[in-house]
Structure formats: C-alpha cells, structure tokens
C-alpha cells in the first residue's frame, strides 16, 4: 500500500465518481480503475460498490477514508515543509538531454515541473547520452534524459518514451515520390544508399541501432558520418545520403525533403530518465514523482 493509491483512493472516496477522481489528478480514467483494484486486492475486499448509475463506499471503503484523510494531509504537511527548506538551501536542478528527446515528452515534463515547483531553478543542457553519463556520475547534473541502453550500476534507468523514426530523403531522391503517399517501405529498399550517421564516438546507442536495423533488414549498410544531427539532415536535403530522424518531423525544415515511413519492423529509439542510484539530488523525488505519472499515464495534459 503506497501513498500514490491512497491518493488515488481519496479522490475517489470523495467524489463517488473514477472520472472526476481522474480529473483532479490529472491522469486517464483507466489509471484510477486500474491502481483502485490493486488496491481492494492488497487489502482483501472491496472499497467501492459500483453500479451503471453510481459508486458508493463500502463499510471498509468508509473505515480506510477515516484513516486516510489525516494520514494524506500530514504527507503533504511534510513535503511542504522539505519543498521549502530545499528551495531556502539550493534551488538548482540540473538536467542534461539528447536532441531526440527534446523533440518526445521531455519538454511538456520540464514545464509541468517548472509550473509545479517555480522556486527551483531548472538548468537545462543539451549533451549526448555518453556526456549525461559522466556528467551524473561526477554529479555535474541530477538527472538526464538519454538514449538507452545506459548500463551503469551507479545509475537509475527508467524507460520513458520509444521515439518511432522515419527515413529523410532529398525530394530528388526516386523514393521520395512514394513518401507523400505514406506509403510504407522496406528498410531494404534503401539497402544501396549511403546512410548519413552520427559518429559512434558521441552517439553510441544511435549508431549501433542503425547497424542493426539495417543488418536485421538484410545489409550491411554504407555509412557517412556526421557530426551535429542539423548538418546530418542538410547532406540528405542535398541528395549525399539518407539519414533517420524523429517521427515529429514538425520542428525539421521540410524544404528539400520527404519523410519516408519504414515498414514493420518500424525503427524506434528509446527514451529514459536516468539519474544517480545513490546520494541522488534531493530535489530529484519531486521530478520523479512527475515523471512516474507521466510513465504510468502515457501523456502530460
């Protein structure tokens, strides 16, 4: 029994309704269902009565909002006391961030965050995933947003986000008349092109996942590398190769370029949340609180 579904719980036992419970805690209606049931099964029975037309506490539903509602209040009591003593004793936190995950969910998280807490200053720097991993480890930033995989005993990986990728072609390109049709293509069918690639030294996870992809499409791909994931997309725009790119084509310049969808298997990177198993920042548990929901809800509203 952890203080999340007591939560859950409460805003249910005081509206009688999951959906309005879902929309003071700013989550998907299945969530509440879903941690509401783990929760009768933990206890042993039954809180809630639920027909087509109502829900009601049962006798033990009544007996836990009793005991749940000082018990919640005191929780909050608490960390507002530590939000404040923290914010008094150091008011920075530090997040380090690829590209791609700038372009997923990370910055709707960063500004429900910085909504949530505005007395913690938020220092947020762009670096690759083998960069974050230092940076964590020497405790120059307190948590980072990486490519997995990240193996480190030292570090907390939490996936966040698979990031589907697509194929950008120069509008020369012979493939590119089928990309305006959304039409998808087999990575195959690029199996003679010259893949525009970061280097492995700065994007390890990147390069090898392209390897792969391309190997478990039946070819071992030609490479040109690249360094800054801007001058990548500017040889394909002039026709020098083809490069992978985020599904959220929106924030890359579409002049001189086609968006190719990749067949099954659809290529995909993963996001995660990383941050210090131990002596972590301690305005790391409010950040992670944000985060979890974000994980379990699927969105940020």
């Known amino acids: ?171 020369r390109h012979p493939q590119a008349a089928l990309a305006g049709k959304n039409k998808p293509l087999p990575l195959a069918a690029f199996a003679n092109e010259e893949f525009i690639i970061p280097c492995k030294e700065q994007f390890p996870a990147v390069y090898d996942e392209i390897i792969r992809l391309c190997e478990e499409a039946g070819f071992r791909p030609r490479l040109r590398s690249c360094g800054e994931n801007q001058t990548c997309v500017g040889l394909a725009r002039a026709g020098l190769g083809v490069v992978f790119v985020s599904g959220r084509t929106e924030d890359i310049p579409s002049e001189g370029l086609e968006f190719v969808e990749i067949a099954a298997p659809i290529p995909e990177l993963e996001i995660a949340v990383v941050w210090r198993t131990r002596d972590p920042s301690v305005l790391l548990q409010p950040f992670r609180e944000l985060a979890e929901i974000t994980i379990e809800n699927g969105s940020i509203d």
């Open 1 to 171: 029994m952890d203080i999340k579904a007591l939560r859950y719980f409460l805003q249910v036992a005081e509206t009688l309704s999951f959906n309005r419970a879902s929309e003071r805690l700013n989550i998907s209606q299945p969530v509440v269902t879903r941690v509401i049931a783990q929760l009768e099964h933990e206890i042993g029975t039954r809180l809630f009565d639920r027909t087509t037309r109502r829900v009601s506490l049962t006798p033990a539903g009544t007996v836990l909002l009793n005991e749940v509602r000082p018990l919640i209040a005191h929780v909050e009591s608490v960390q507002q006391t530590v939000r404040h003593v923290v914010a008094e004793q150091s008011g920075k936190f530090t997040v380090g961030y690829t590209t791609l995950a700038m372009q997923t969910v990370t910055p709707d998280l960063l500004r429900l965050f910085s909504e949530k807490y505005p007395e913690i200053e938020l220092d947020v720097r762009e670096m690759t995933t083998h960069a974050q991993v230092e940076a964590l480890l020497s405790a120059e930033i307190d948590v980072g947003f990486v490519l997995t995989p990240v193996e480190d005993e030292a570090l907390t990986v939490i996936p966040l986000h698979k990031e589907r990728l697509r194929l950008a072609v120069s509008s």
